[in-house]
């Protein structure tokens, strides 16, 4: 049950981000979940859009280098320990976690979205799913705000 996030890669330079920021909103997509990771010569945000196809063809189309990838988004309490739980899940059937990021205050009551790429996702979500964790679809994007 992944879900599509795309990484678009910038110039670490003034205005990249405000740019792609402009072009999606101008082609009506909605930015749900935004990380930014950079060096010193580039930069690769990482979008949870509700719109993946159309924002990968508009930002190819305006010159950026988009890539489309599966990330797997787990509904957790949002609470201290929440996130402890989630990792405990993951220690013990031995998943490395290759990035994450989180959406708090626009999931459901109480609840945060953590947004993960592992090494495995199927043996991750497998295992996340068997101790109760939900997790979101595609679709379920639309109704997160």
Same mark, same amino acid.
Request: charged share 20%; net charge negative; no cysteine.
């Given at each position: 049950m992944q879900i599509r996030q795309i990484s678009i890669f910038l110039e670490n330079k003034p205005g990249q981000l405000s740019r792609i920021c402009r072009d999606l909103a101008d082609a009506g997509i909605d930015i749900a979940a935004? *990380?930014?990771? %950079?060096? *010193? %010569?580039?930069?690769?945000?990482?979008?949870?859009?509700? %719109?993946?196809e159309k924002a990968t063809r508009t930002l190819s189309e305006k010159g950026s280098v988009v890539n489309v990838a599966g990330v797997v988004a787990v509904r957790v309490p949002d609470s201290p320990g929440g996130m402890a739980g989630v990792m405990e899940v993951l220690d013990s059937v031995g998943v490395n976690i290759e990035y994450s990021y989180a959406m708090c205050g626009g999931a459901s009551e109480g609840n945060a979205i953590l947004f993960f790429r592992f090494s495995d996702n199927e043996k991750a979500e497998s295992a996340l799913q068997k101790a109760g964790y939900a997790m979101l679809a595609e679709g379920d994007l639309r109704q997160v705000k």
């Open positions: 935004l *990380s930014l990771a %950079d060096t *010193s %010569d580039f930069g690769i945000v990482r979008m949870i859009v509700n %719109d993946y």
